[in-house]
């Protein structure tokens, strides 16, 4: 797995990302379909990019934005799946993808919050800027994304994830 760069892409943003995009585990997420016709990986970077933006806009945390925004949803597994609580996927998701992102990028508090909080008003209120950022985010990139309209980085191809044999 592989993922294509646009020019149009800002390096800026890049920086703040390169090692989560350029990790296994976390790209193994274009494995599992999300909103209909994204996969998990598509969302997620659409969800960091916006978050991203939206960030820098409001004089906020543009890391944490993009970092969390880009982890959101780290859960490389099936959300049709049975959670090990029995808590509906909706509330258990958000507690596994902090988890792996502790595990795997060492995310700081900031980050930890954003991504437990984000299924917003389904589980806890988010507590920063940056939580309410990526909470909002990922509900637009949802809307669109059920809709079949192209946002963020999948619009005009600027990223896109491309399969590699072996
Ligand atoms: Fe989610
Ligand atoms: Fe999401």
């Known amino acids: 797995m592989d993922i294509k760069v ?10 703040e990302v390169q090692n989560i995009l350029s990790n296994k ?14 996969s998990r990986l598509m969302h997620s970077i659409n969800v960091s990019y916006l978050s ?3 960030a820098r806009k409001f004089h906020c945390d543009e890391k ?11 859960c490389p597994y099936d959300f ?3 959670t090990p609580t029995g808590e509906l ?5 958000p507690k ?7 595990r795997t990028f060492q995310i700081n508090d900031r980050e930890h919050t954003a991504i437990l909080t984000h299924m917003f008003p389904l589980g806890p209120v988010p507590r920063n800027r940056e939580a309410w950022i990526i909470s909002l985010a990922d509900k ?3 809307v669109t994304e059920f809709c079949c309209v192209a946002i963020a980085l999948a619009r005009n191809n600027r990223m896109v994830v491309v399969k590699t044999t072996a």
Request: one cysteine or more.
């Open 6 to 15: 646009s020019e149009e892409v800002p390096k800026e943003y890049l920086t």
């Open 25 to 38: 585990e976390f790209l193994s997420l274009d494995n599992y379909s999300h909103h209909h016709k994204t």
């Open 52 to 54: 991203w933006l939206m």
């Open 64 to 74: 944490a934005a993009a970092r969390a925004g880009l982890l959101h949803d780290f």
């Open 80 to 82: 049709a799946e049975k």
């Open 89 to 93: 996927q909706a509330f258990y998701h």
């Open 96 to 102: 596994a993808a902090a988890k792996n992102s502790f």
């Open 140 to 142: 637009i990139c949802a």
